[in-house]
Structures are given as structure tokens and as C-alpha cells.
């Protein structure tokens, strides 16, 4: 087992990677200071997994909450039903929660978490590649609107994470690949020395090399906590996490959530966020077929929905978190293992990618 340290003074955490993680009730017994404890997973995830957690939770009163499984579900009406609970089982101030699922139930417990009593402690034991590598991490928590994705939510530390590997044999290859729509991020934004071990290893992570797979948690997770330590609250550098986001959310509400996964939509924005790096004069054509190519071997999709026209895409980038003033910005990418936020992202260049890439 492998154990990194998010060190953010006193909402320092570990995260555990390794095999067999689920089978070890000391890793989740020794962050839970109470005796309530509320399980937060979804429909598809409980008759997978929750046995084992309760299993490893029979000293203390617990009580689980099962969600319907899809993005279309994390909204505030479904974070209601874990309000619903908590109070119902008269849940005090220091019980725990724990987020057992992907990202949707991990932003959705950790948000539930973060507002009840204003603040619970919280657990995080990420089921899917995506959650492992990227959301479990960091403290992002929070649901969509029908205006826009994740646009309610919060800052909130679990107490640790647990990224058991061995779930990920249960993940179907689809789910697979949109987790390594986040982990080809890392290597664009920060780590070029990761890219090209993708380039040269993506045919042993599809095939799920253990190994491979593994190795991909940990630098991912690395590469993620040394971001969020630099900057917790998305001032600055963290803003890079979002390559290819803006776009991408606007695929995501535009088309309906949960027709295309977030790693898809990631994928297809950050090949747009490839092509306008180009017009800048950052990446030339080598690099963008290079990204390209990757996301490809994936499994990802690289071409936009034909449904949302540039004019459309304007208006579902204008709800964004990083916009400033309304303004639209963009994390593009200076060279491969760089990435910027520029000030102006020049409205003129970002309207022929949209009207052109990939149409
Ligand atoms: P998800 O949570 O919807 O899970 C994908 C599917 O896999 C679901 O159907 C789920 O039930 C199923 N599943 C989960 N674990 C499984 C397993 N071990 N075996 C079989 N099936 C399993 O999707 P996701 O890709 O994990 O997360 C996407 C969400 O994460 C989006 O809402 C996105 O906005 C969010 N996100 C948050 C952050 C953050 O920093 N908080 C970062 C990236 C993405
Ligand atoms: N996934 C983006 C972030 O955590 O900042």
C-alpha cells in the first residue's frame, strides 16, 4: 500500500492506494471519531461494495442512503435525501459520513457533509479510475444546476481517501477511459514525463494491468495534491485542473447530463482547448495530433456534439466558475506539460475553434 500526504495545516489528510484496501477496517476505523457513522453510495455501488464497508463498520450505528446512479442526480433535491436522513436518525455534530462511489456520490457526500451542522467529518472511499485519480481529492464538493454544472457547492476536506484498486474490476470499460481523460490532464498541465509514459503504457492500462493502473493512481494523485497544497480555494495555479472544463461542462449541460460521462466531455473540451492553443501560437500541429492520438487510444471521443452550434457553446461557457467580471476564461496550454490562463483569451480565436474544430 501506498500512503500520500495532502498537507494543508490542519485539514491534512492521507490518501491510501493499494489492493485489497476494502478489507482493511483499520484504514477507515481510525479517522472516525463517533459513533454514527451515514454510508452515502448509490444503486449500482451498494450491491457491489457496501457489504464489505459495513463489514468493517459493525461496532458503530450506521445507516446508509442509496442513490439513484447518474449525473442527473446530483442536484440539491437528491442531497436532500442524505439531509433527510442525518436529521431522521438524529445524526449529531461529530458523526461521520462516507462517500462510497464515483464522483457523483463523492461530491454529493462531501456537500451533504459540509452543510450539515455546517460541517460533519467525511470519508472518501472512491470507486471509479475518475474518482481515484482526480475528484476523492482536494476538497471540490458541490451538485449541478440546470444553468450549469457544478455550480453549487463547497470547499470541504474529507479525513482520508481511500482508493482501492480492485474496484476498479468491476468499472466497465467506458468508465475506464473517462477516468483517463483526467489522468491525460495531469500529463498535459504540469507533467510531461507522465504524458509520454501514456503514450508509451496505454495499451497496458486498457488491458488493466494492475501495475500500470496502479502507478497511474499514485502520479495522478501526486501531481493533484501538490496543486491543491499549492492552492486550496482555486485562486491561481489550481485553476490548471480545469483544462479543458469550460468546454467541456458546456457539452455536459447542453446535451443533458449523463449522456455524455464528464471524462468524455473533458476529453472533447481539451482537444478544443488544444486547437486554440494552436491559433495562439503555443502548441504547433505535431503537439495537437499528439493529444490527439492519446485521447483516441483511450476510447475518448475528440470531436464536439454536432447539437451545440458556437453561438450555443458562447452562451454555456458564460456560466463558469472561473469567468471573472463575466468574462470567459480558458486554461490552455503553453507546451505539452504547461499550462496557462491567460488574461485575454482573444474572443475572435476562441470563435474559429468553436466554429471549426472538429465540424
Ligand atoms: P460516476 O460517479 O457517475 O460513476 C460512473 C458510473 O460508474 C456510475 O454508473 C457508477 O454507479 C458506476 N460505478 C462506480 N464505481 C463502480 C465500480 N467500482 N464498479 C462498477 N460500477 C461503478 O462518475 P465519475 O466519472 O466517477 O465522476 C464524475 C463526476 O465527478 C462528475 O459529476 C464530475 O463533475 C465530478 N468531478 C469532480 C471533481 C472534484 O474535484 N470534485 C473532479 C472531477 C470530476
Ligand atoms: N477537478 C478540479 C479540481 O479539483 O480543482
Keep these: 500500500m ?20 476494502l478489507n482493511r ?22 450491491p457491489l461494495y457496501l457489504d464489505a464497508i459495513l463489514k468493517n463498520l459493525q461496532s458503530y450505528i450506521v445507516e ?11 442536484t440539491l433535491d437528491f442531497v436532500a435525501r442524505i439531509f433527510d436522513k442525518l436529521l431522521a436518525g438524529k445524526f449529531s455534530r461529530n458523526a461521520t459520513l462516507i462517500a462510497l462511489g464515483g464522483g457523483v456520490i463523492g461530491d454529493m457526500g462531501g456537500f451533504a457533509a459540509a452543510c450539515y451542522q455546517r460541517g460533519i467529518p467525511f470519508l472518501q472511499i472512491p470507486t471509479t479510475l475518475l474518482a481515484q485519480v482526480d475528484s476523492s ?9 440546470a444553468l450549469g454544472k457544478n455550480m453549487i457547492g463547497a470547499f470541504y476536506q474529507p479525513q482520508c481517501v481511500i482508493a ?21 490532464k495531469y500529463g498535459l498541465i504540469r ?39 499549492e492552492d486550496e480555494t482555486e485562486s491561481g495555479v489550481r485553476a490548471t485542473l480545469n483544462l479543458g472544463h469550460t468546454f467541456g461542462h458546456a457539452i455536459e449541460t447542453g446535451v443533458g447530463y449523463g449522456q455524455y460521462l464528464h471524462g468524455e466531455a473533458v476529453a472533447i473540451g481539451t482537444c478544443q482547448a488544444a486547437d486554440l492553443s494552436r491559433r495562439k ?38 456560466v463558469d466558475k472561473k469567468n471573472v467580471d463575466g468574462q470567459i476564461r480558458l486554461i490552455l496550454l503553453k507546451k505539452i506539460g504547461e499550462a496557462t490562463l491567460p488574461t485575454d483569451i482573444n474572443q475572435e480565436l ?7 474544430y472538429g465540424r
Design 2 to 21: 501506498k500512503k500520500l500526504l495532502v498537507q494543508l495545516d490542519d485539514r491534512s489528510y492521507p490518501i491510501y492506494i493499494g489492493s485489497g484496501l
Design 25 to 46: 477496517p483499520e484504514l477507515l476505523t481510525q479517522h472516525i471519531k463517533s459513533r454514527q457513522v451515514l454510508v452515502v453510495t448509490n444503486e449500482t455501488i451498494a
Design 64 to 74: 446508509t442512503v442509496v442513490l439513484p446512479d447518474g449525473e442527473q442526480y446530483k
Design 137 to 145: 481529492v482536494g476538497g471540490k464538493t458541490g451538485v449541478n444546476h
Design 164 to 184: 482501492d484498486a480492485d474496484v476498479l474490476d468491476t468499472l466497465d470499460d467506458r468508465q475506464l477511459s473517462a477516468g483517463l481523460a483526467e489522468v491525460i
Design 191 to 229: 507533467d510531461a514525463e507522465f504524458f509520454v509514459w501514456l503514450e508509451n503504457n496505454m495499451d497496458a492500462l486498457l488491458a488493466r494491468d494492475k501495475q500500470a493502473l496502479a502507478f497511474v493512481i499514485e502520479r495522478s494523485c501526486i501531481n493533484k495534491a501538490e496543486v491543491v497544497v
Design 281 to 318: 501560437g503555443w502548441l504547433n500541429d505535431a503537439d495537437v495530433a499528439r493529444i490527439m492520438a492519446l485521447f483516441k487510444r483511450a476510447k475518448l471521443p475528440v470531436n464536439p456534439p454536432k447539437e451545440i452550434d458556437s453561438q450555443r457553446f458562447l452562451e454555456l461557457m458564460a
Design 350 to 356: 476562441l470563435e474559429v475553434t468553436l466554429k471549426t
